[in-house]
T-cell receptor, first 113, second 116 residues
Framework: SQQGEEDPQALSIQEGENATMNCSYK?????LQWYRQNSGRGLVHLIL?????REKHSGRLRVTLDTSKKSSSLLITASRAADTASYFC?????????????FGKGTLLTVNP | GAGVSQSPSNKVTEKGKDVELRCDPI?????LYWYRQRLGQGLEFLIY????????KSGLPSDRFSAERTGESVSTLTIQRTQQEDSAVYLC??????????????FGQGTRLTVV
């Protein structure tokens, strides 16, 4: 089953509005990461939050992590048309020697000018 | 190299032929991942290498798929007897040793495989 599940699957907002995307996961993790993908090619890393952290900021991005609920959220403030992309969460599992990075299905964000 | 490099960028092959996809990770990255992404879908995990070993190959869809890594560097994903359902973008990523402080993955631009 999918480790990370984002919701919503698609989000359409106006430029200047905030966008919030959520991610839920199932197993214990070392960290959770958010990535962005334009045009179905390579992903770009946005931000990493460790399991002992609750909130992290990077520019217009704010990520929260609630390990008790096994969920995370990504907030993009003051969105721009250039933020239009697919956003994925990924989890690095903890325990053992298998650290594979597992991705969710993504949220397609459309920011309308 | 400066980033993760994948070749070829695009590959069109006839059903039943074998294909090899190549990934050159960032130098010094011990972890290497292969993912498959069908059009409009998420990333499907295929295999993960730590050094030259594959602790997790659970995502390989069938025995037609295999992968190897040598010299803790280049990796090759081989698909034998390709089928139309193999058509997808195959993405490779590398990272420093997982469990370390900074384990962000760096992705290549992918190989778009089309089986006709």
């Amino acid at each position: 089953s999918q480790q990370g599940e984002e919701d919503p699957q698609a989000l359409s907002i106006q430029e200047g509005e905030n966008a919030t995307m959520n991610c839920s996961y199932k197993t214990s993790i070392n960290n959770l990461q958010w990535y962005r993908q334009n045009s179905g090619r390579g992903l770009v890393h946005l931000i990493l939050i460790r399991s002992n952290e609750r909130e992290k900021h990077s520019g217009r991005l704010r990520v929260t992590l609630d390990t008790s609920k096994k969920s995370s959220s990504l907030l993009i403030t003051a969105s721009r048309a250039a933020d239009t992309a697919s956003y994925f969460c990924a989890t690095e599992k903890s325990g053992g020697s298998n650290y594979k990075l597992t991705f969710g299905k993504g949220t397609l964000l459309t920011v309308n000018p | 190299g400066a980033g993760v490099s994948q070749s070829p960028s695009n590959k069109v092959t006839e059903k039943g032929k074998d294909v090899e996809l190549r990934c050159d990770p960032i130098s010094g990255h011990t972890a290497l991942y292969w993912y498959r992404q069908r059009l409009g879908q998420g990333l499907e995990f295929l295999i993960y290498f730590q050094g030259n070993s594959a602790p997790d190959k659970s995502g390989l869809p069938s025995d037609r798929f295999s992968a190897e890594r040598t010299g803790e560097s280049v990796s090759t994903l081989t698909i034998q007897r390709t089928q139309q359902e193999d058509s997808a973008v195959y993405l490779c990523a590398s990272s420093l040793t997982p469990g370390a402080l900074n384990t962000e993955a760096f992705f290549g631009q992918g190989t778009r495989l089309t089986v006709v």
